[in-house]
């Protein structure tokens, strides 16, 4: 795990490239602890830099990395899991490798393949392939987002990098809002598409490439999708044939995520997913014991889980690591520090449980694994079970159940709608505004987080040059042809919008402790393979993760299958922003210099702020964004400890 950089221009001295990325790498080193190194070109106004965190032959892995020939270059973040295997293949068509660095592998595997290269790829991965001879940059992202790339273009100078901030360490880069991105994280607290919250800023999007090529004295981008997911269902097996195949898939997915040369643990929280990938990891070790790591909060049983960690630990046999997580009276410290390894506010408050257990596994390991990206492939987030139960009653009131193909009946979902007793907000949120109607302005209102929040900002100040809509942009991937029916049109929106929001959680609070996170379940040949299932097994009867269930049972303990009160990691947010927390939540929110933004109705927002419902995101959405402000925009806060 890494940081990358690059600094490509129609014009520049090779003195002025080289400043320009020292102060990129200088704005991520805690991503690359272990060295760093820069590579300029000797004919044009570019250069790579990087920054590393050694994992596979920390020895012989240094970057940039170049071809014995002098010809390609290459600064690389991630892992690429696979790589023993491609490794053999390209030295018996005669490359000369010589380290057992995944960089290595990847460089000359551009070589011998060229850019379609990245379809032979089991991995993490971001990386930049600079080919000398042609004066050509090759860019790419993994397949689901795991790993992240940011770049500006304006025409004449491309700024790329694992995180914006290294962008906006240049000096030239001025940090303004995105009205576009604020309105979409107003929205779902994310940006759809390759948005962000900065104006001139793009990330790349999960599966696709980028490639930067001088024509003369011109830099010419394009970017393009190289991968995206298909749904072609198999109607030829039955259940227990997917069942045994989605078993092996994780067994091996997990079997090369344990490929490491430092010390490797995992996050362990109790719930199916990462208990699952805990058990199998363990059972794999060959006698070494795996560390887990697992993290609660004091404030009551609703924020503690550590019983079935424990439970968990025992039964796998792994030395169990625990931290509780300290109360509010931090808050002030940690969430100016967290915006800033962020670089913009994403999902709910989570991200606070996941940096304190980070920080705990960097004491022991170099490397974690995780279960995150189960709930959207195996169907596991109760809003599914939610929009189904709509749609089976309107399938029973007008007899039209047995008309769909792959529907799920009302009789079939009654058995497992227990599961829905604690979810009341969401079922009076969904009803609210009506019933039956489309399925994309369904689902849209179950993912909709403006609620609460639109009253509470100046929605004038936010409007965009082209009147954007974040419900249309929610559409085009809700809507995508040939996904068959309702479970899968909600899974593949997750999948292209909060998943790699949740994954960047995973990347900045990983990225912020030095250490490398890893997503066995997320493997693309699992992700591809769930695609191909019919909906009337993979979601039959509403039964929520089944067929994950079946496919890990014997190896977990039978109290993990049979849970119904899973959490997702809950943090006292509420309690905190009405206790001790309080003075600091009202200082930033109601203060001169929130008020000159012109962004906020304060009025408003001083009366919603002793009325948060307990889980409730409005004060986190809002408290997020104002302190990003501060330090991106403003510019006047310096988090402590950075």
Known sequence: MCGISGWLATAGSPLQVEHGLRSMMNAIRHRGPDGDGVWVDDNRPMGLGHVRLAIIDPEHGKQPMVTEDGRFIVVFNGAIYNYLELRRELIGKGHPIHSYSDTEVLLYAYREWGEGFVDRLVGMFAFAIWDKYEQKLFCARDRIGIKPFYYSFDGERLLFASEIKAILADESVRAQASSEGLQDYLTFQFCLDDKTLFKGIQKLEPGCCLTALYVGDKLKVRVRQYWDLHYNIDEEHDERYFIDTLAGLIDDSIRLHLRSDVPLGAHLSGGLDSSAVVCLAARMMGGEQLKTFTGAFNEGPQFDETGYAKEVSAFAGTAYNEIFIPAGHELPDVLPRLMYYMDEPLAGPGVIPQYYVSQLASQHVKVVMGGQGGDELFVGYARYMAAYLEKCLSGAIYQTANQRRYAVSL????????????????????????????????????????????????????????????????????????????????????????????????????????????????????????????????????????????????????????????????????????????????????????????????????????????????????????????????????????
Do not use: C
């Open 411 to 642: 009789e079939s979902i009654v058995p497992n709608l227990p599961l829905l007793a604690t979810y009341q907000p969401m079922l009076q949120g969904l009803w609210k505004d009506g019933l039956f109607g489309a399925h994309d302005q369904r689902y849209f209102s179950l993912v909709d987080r403006s609620d609460g929040m639109s009253q509470l900002f100046n929605l004038d100040a936010l409007r965009s040059d082209r009147n954007y809509s974040p419900f249309e942009s929610f559409q085009r991937i809700f809507n995508r042809d040939e996904l068959h029916s309702l479970v899968n049109q909600m899974t593949y929106f997750d999948l292209k919008g909060s998943l790699p929001a949740l994954l960047h959680v995973e990347d900045r609070t990983s990225m912020a402790a030095s250490i490398e996170s890893r997503v066995p379940l997320l493997d693309h040949r699992i992700v591809e393979f769930m695609a191909t299932i019919p909906p009337n097994i993979k979601f039959a009867g509403g039964r929520m993760k089944h067929l994950f269930k079946e496919s890990v049972k014997s190896s977990i303990p039978q109290t993990i299958t049979d849970r119904k009160d899973k959490m997702g990691f809950p943090t006292p947010l509420t309690q905190w922003t009405k206790g001790v927390a309080r003075d600091f939540v009202r200082d930033t929110l109601l203060s001169d210099q929130a008020r000159r933004r012109g962004l906020y109705n304060l009025d408003v927002v001083e009366k919603m702020l002793g009325n948060e419902r307990e889980f409730g995101r409005v004060v986190w959405g809002m408290l997020s964004l104002e302190l990003w402000h501060r330090i991106f925009i403003d510019r006047d806060l310096k988090p402590s400890g950075i």
